[in-house]
């Protein structure tokens, strides 16, 4: 079992930068891959990035790629996630999810946090 705390989200302009974090307590962390994914409004949730137990690998949505980093601590038992050069269309609620497979972008993940509100303003 792992329990997971996404903070960070916010209101922030067109352009602006978030960095938000996923802690996660209980089992160790490095032995989960993790995920962050997102919900619009309406939409369904869709992947947005996910790193390897070690950090070694990392997959990205199409629509996050060049603008978004996910990065890892496992001394920190945290996963991180730069958003850059944000846009409305990134306004969602954002998840961080945590499986001990290597599940990439793929919506199995074993674990789920209770999301944190991003909002872009133009």
């Known amino acids: 079992q792992v329990q997971l705390v996404e903070s960070g989200g916010g209101l922030v302009q067109a352009g602006g930068s978030l960095r938000l974090s996923c802690a996660a307590s209980?089992?160790?962390?490095?032995?989960?891959?993790m995920g962050w994914f997102r919900q619009a409004p309406g939409k369904e949730r869709e992947f947005v990035a996910a790193i390897s137990w070690s950090g070694g690998s990392t997959y990205y949505a199409d629509s996050a790629k060049g603008r978004f980093t996910i990065s890892r601590d496992n001394a920190k038992n945290t996963v991180y996630l730069q958003m850059n050069s944000l846009k409305p269309e990134d306004t969602a609620v954002y998840y961080c999810a945590a499986d001990p497979k290597w599940t990439r972008g793929g919506l199995g993940y074993d674990y789920w946090g209770q999301g944190t509100q991003v909002t872009v303003s133009s």
């Open positions: 209980g089992r160790t962390f490095s032995s989960y891959a």
